[in-house]
């Protein structure tokens, strides 16, 4: 439907767009401490007339203004009684101050029963957001709230004071965020339960619409002016009607003060029959890590491979988030906030990659891994879980004996090669334990934001001073090298400068809210780094931080400079190079550290080059381009192969893209076990499943192994990774310079096509047996994944289950969705009231008695005539 269609309820059967109507929902989310998001009050619908917003607020002075229905209370000591309606609003006015006013006033009156019966709640019924005509062109400045269009709804400290993840950030009081607060606190922590909220976008809807509910707020105010009055005569309305019920919430327990209904009430509900029926599943996905040189050793313990001399080296890890947010979950673009980090760490990547060789990387004195962690955006949930694994240390079975005998298995059964198949653990469930092999996280290199500089060319870099030592620690080494690397290649005037973040009351340096909080938080301190932004002090004014806006194509605001990209992607490499050459008694300078990765990677990442375009069309405007099409259906048949067990292709981004995490089960990413043709979340020998039989151990059927579904984008992260570091066998570096003799590579649809492959030299370690990624044949996989859930859960047997572990009650935001029917949705329709039903129903009575009158006539006369 497009505005040229011209789409109206005016016209007789023109009614299909309306049943049905296009637009993106607010979904309620569940956390530690209670719910925020949106939903109606049960599982009846909720309707109300349509009526701008401004016709049902309380003026600015909180008393009644002109912006107010003309409603005088009738006398007595209980509240007035009006038809219900549904609030609509303009995007830009879409901020926390409104939504306060719109209960506010809401809350004065009691709903009546014109549209079906509203047993909890006063008139307000839903709010329907419509996409501001300047989401098109240019931002302009809304006349009411002073809030921009390009506002975020995040706080002024995201995922900090006053948050579910606010113990989780290091300096969590800084108002990083501007825009968020512009217009109050912020509206991606409210509570809006009973106020179920949809945002419109196609363009010819949404003129109908503010057409339409600017109509009847003008009818109302020039025909009613007592409650009486106005309940008397709705009719004829235009009425929306929202069908989404995403859960109970609202109600506070008086004496702790917490909310009733949470996540973990919610994730371990049990029905009346003490049957384990969860409401809600938590959020999450798959991280995606890889490391720079030789693949990491697959064994564990006593299995690493003798041969890899760097399995005691340091790990510097280059990191970054892989998703966004917004109000309305699907509509997540996260242009600046997600796919310009992506780009950039990718590129990164590709840089060391095709320009510095194994040996090379194999010879510094630390390991380079490049991390993607997913459901960032929700109390950093991928990274708190790798590097609690990584850094805190894990140990398999150590809960519960986990395989009978306890220890790691094979991750596929059948190839138990402990060189070349990757080793897993049964409880506590994990599909991949190579992690366990990368030794000490010394820090870490993380980027944000980069993609939107605000019209400068000037990058930040940002560290905890009070981390790793202070002035003489590993993240002010980093912090000068990045410097110093900025100074040393002014490309195009870009530049990196020390932020001037300063301490807190505190002594703490706040960090902007990236996986490095994890590291510093987990690490006690111990070990930090420095991140890559593209603002100093607080967000780029107008950024759109999570917000649906912050899109470069449909429906977007977002500028970005593709350059600066580029950029922070030479930066990434060539400090996370120098950050390897450290070594560990801190010998290095940062001059030298500088010059010596500046001489490996003379080269600088081209915004233009085929590679760079190929990905950001991906990232930025199709997220089901050929390229992920092409990078995840070589992962899905690689698995395939391996397991015996094809999974089908992972859930796509989108187009355009959407980078919400999404909820974590079998079918989005929770890994799982098959175990003598059954599946499993998590597996204990001996144990006994859900139908009381016992559980078999892992291995007595050849076919046993670990399985994983992931997102299209994961696995396409996972397969460009293997592809642009796998190219390090090739790569040709070194004081001569002399270019390498880089064979033809073979072409291949899946890694049974690289069997033959004769140019990957296997002599001194199994590890380089050749893979297929990116429809080419590279020497190993260096990809790997990790689970990305809260973590304070843990998978049992039956799958879409998980259990709270620990003693965190003061960490983890633990986010869950409800489960919510597939026929939720938004209608708009006519209502004439009861009138022309009574009309139509006297009439049909009348005609009906006058069908019996004649009928009796005619029956007397054919009886008198002999001839009935």
Not at 92 to 104: G, K
Not at 299 to 312: F, K, Q, S, T
Not at 602 to 609: G, H
Not at 704 to 728: K, Y
């Amino acid at each position: 439907m497009t505005a040229a269609e011209d789409p109206t309820l005016n016209v007789p059967f023109n009614g299909a767009t309306f049943e049905s109507l296009p637009h993106f929902p607010c979904v309620t989310l569940y956390h530690r401490h209670g719910r925020s998001g949106c939903g109606t009050y049960g599982h009846d619908v909720q309707a109300g007339r349509l009526l701008h917003w401004t016709s049902v607020v309380v003026g600015e002075d909180g008393g009644e203004g002109d912006a107010e229905v003309g409603v005088i209370a009738d006398g007595g000591g209980s509240k007035p009684t009006i038809p219900p309606y549904v609030a609509v609003i303009e995007e830009e006015n879409y901020i926390a101050d409104n939504v306060a006013r719109l209960a506010y006033f809401s809350s004065l009156y009691a709903a009546g029963d014109h549209y079906g019966k509203a047993d909890v709640g006063g008139p307000l019924r839903g709010v329907l957001v419509l996409a501001s005509s300047s989401s098109s062109s240019t931002i302009t400045t809304a006349t009411t709230g002073a809030a921009s269009v390009a506002m975020s709804p995040e706080p002024l400290a995201p995922q900090g004071e006053g948050t579910p993840s606010s113990s989780l950030t290091v300096g969590n009081a800084h108002g990083w965020n501007t825009d968020g607060d512009v217009g109050g606190y912020g509206l991606v922590n409210a509570d809006m339960y009973g106020v179920p909220t949809a945002y419109v976008r196609d363009d010819g809807i949404v003129s109908y619409l503010a057409t339409m509910a600017s109509a009847q707020s003008d009818a109302l105010r020039s025909a009613t002016t007592t409650a009486s009055s106005l309940s008397s005569s709705p009719y004829p309305s235009i009425l929306s009607e929202f069908n989404y019920y995403m859960g109970p919430g609202g109600e506070i327990d008086a004496e702790s003060g917490r909310a009733v209904y949470d996540s973990k009430k919610c994730l371990g509900w049990r029905d009346v029959d003490g049957n384990w029926t969860p409401r809600c599943a938590p959020l999450g996905g798959n991280s995606v890590w890889a490391g720079a040189g030789s693949p990491v050793p697959l064994g564990v313990g006593n299995e690493v491979d003798e041969n890899d001399d760097g399995g005691g080296r340091p790990t510097v890890l280059v990191a970054t988030s892989m998703d966004s947010t917004s109000m309305f979950h699907d509509l997540s673009p996260g242009a600046n906030s997600a796919a310009s980090n992506v780009l950039a760490l990718l590129m990164a990547a590709n840089l060391v990659g095709s320009h510095i060789d194994d040996d090379v990387l194999d010879s510094l004195n630390g390991r380079i891994v490049f991390s993607f962690f997913q459901g960032e955006s929700y109390g950093y949930i991928g990274s708190r879980r790798f590097l609690k694994d990584v850094v805190s240390g894990f140990q398999c079975g150590t809960d519960r004996s986990s395989s009978g005998g306890g220890g790691d298995v094979p991750s596929v059964h059948k190839r138990k090669d402990a060189g070349t198949t990757v080793r897993a653990c049964l409880h506590p469930f994990r599909a991949d334990l190579t992690f366990m092999n990368l030794g000490r996280v010394r820090g870490m290199i993380a980027v944000d934001q980069i993609g939107n500089l605000g019209g400068t060319k000037s990058m930040y870099v940002q560290r905890g001073d009070v981390t790793d030592g202070g002035e003489g620690g590993y993240a002010s080494f980093l912090s000068s090298v990045m410097v110093e690397l900025s100074e040393s290649d002014d490309a195009a005037g870009y530049s990196a400068l020390a932020s001037s973040v300063g301490s807190q009351d505190d002594g703490t340096s706040p960090l902007p809210p990236t996986p490095l909080s994890s590291l510093v938080k987990i690490s006690s301190n111990a070990a930090g780094g420095v991140v890559l932004t593209g603002y100093d002090d607080a967000f780029v004014a107008g950024s759109m931080y999570h917000s649906h806006l912050d899109s470069a194509s449909t429906g977007g605001l977002q500028s970005i400079d593709k350059d600066a990209i580029a950029y922070a992607a030479t930066l990434l490499a060539r400090t996370a190079v120098a950050a390897a050459y450290q070594d560990t008694d801190n010998g290095v300078d940062y001059a030298t550290a500088a010059a010596f990765a500046l001489k490996l990677l003379p080269e600088s990442v081209d915004s233009s080059s085929e590679t760079f375009v190929d990905l950001y069309k991906c990232l930025f405007e199709d997220g089901n381009c050929d390229t992920f099409l092409t990078y995840g259906g070589i992962e899905r048949v690689n698995d395939a192969v391996r397991t015996g067990t094809d999974l089908g292709m992972g859930v796509p981004l989108g187009t355009p893209p959407s980078y919400y995490v999404s909820i974590y089960d079998s079918s989005n990413g929770q890994a799982f076990v098959r175990v003598s043709g059954k599946y499993y979340g998590s597996l204990i020998a001996g144990d006994t499943d859900e139908n009381g039989e016992p559980i078999k151990v892992y291995g007595e059927d050849p076919a046993d192994a670990f399985l994983v579904r992931p997102s299209l984008l994961e696995m396409s992260l996972f397969g460009i990774l293997n592809d642009f570091l796998g190219r390090g066998s090739f790569a040709s570096s070194g004081e001569d310079g002399d270019a390498a003799a880089v064979p033809t590579l073979k072409t291949c649809k899946g890694g049974d096509d690289c069997s033959s492959v004769t140019y990957c030299d296997s002599g001194s370690s199994a590890l380089v047996v050749p893979t297929c990624a990116g429809g080419k044949c590279v020497c190993g996989s260096r990809s790997h994944y990790h689970p990305a859930l809260d973590e304070a859960l843990s998978a049992v047997d039956k799958l879409g289950r998980f259990e709270i572990v620990g003693d965190d009650e003061s960490l983890s935001a633990l986010y869950a969705e409800p489960y919510w029917s597939s026929y939720v949705g938004v209608r708009i329709y006519n209502d004439a009231g009861i009138g022309p039903g009574v009309y139509a129903a006297s009439i049909g009575a009348a005609f009906a008695l006058a069908c019996i009158w004649f009928v009796w006539k005619l029956k007397k006369k054919l009886v008198k005539e002999k001839v009935y």
